[in-house]
C-alpha cells in the first residue's frame, strides 16, 4: 500500500502547465499526451478487480503470518501487524461495497 503511495507522490502536474500558467488539458500528469474522450487508464472493472485481489493478498498474507506464528517463526508483532492490515483492507472494501450496492439501488430506484 505505501508503495502505491509513493508512486502517486512521484506525479507530477508540472508537465500539464505552460509557461503561461494555465494548464494544458492535452497533457496529463506524468507527461502522458491525450486528447478529450480518449481512455487514459484502467477502467472501473481492472480497479475493483485490483483492489479485490490487493485485499485477498493481504487477508492471505494475514493467515500466513499466523501460521508462521504458530509454529514460532514470527513474533507476536508482526502477525498484529499483518492481521490489522488485513482488517482495514477487509473494511474498506466492505464499505466500498456498501457504496456500490447503495448507488446500484438508488439507480434503480430512477424512473425512465
Known amino acids: 500500500m505505501i508503495d502505491k503511495i509513493q508512486n502517486v507522490s512521484s506525479l507530477s502536474l508540472s508537465n500539464g502547465i505552460d509557461e503561461v500558467g494555465s494548464t494544458n488539458s492535452s497533457v496529463l500528469a506524468g507527461g502522458i499526451a491525450t486528447t478529450p474522450g480518449q ?46 492490515e488485513a482488517q ?19 439507480v434503480t430506484k430512477m424512473q425512465i
Open 39 to 84: 481512455n487514459t487508464g484502467m477502467d472501473f472493472g481492472s480497479v475493483m478487480a485490483n483492489m479485490a485481489t490487493d485485499t485477498m493478498n493481504s487477508l492471505k498474507g494475514a493467515e500466513s503470518m499466523s501460521f508462521k506464528a504458530i509454529q514460532g517463526k514470527a513474533n507476536t508483532r508482526e502477525v498484529v501487524d499483518a492481521v490489522l
Open 88 to 106: 482495514q483492507s477487509l473494511q474498506t472494501a466492505m464499505a466500498l461495497r456498501d457504496k456500490i450496492v447503495s448507488a446500484y439501488l438508488e
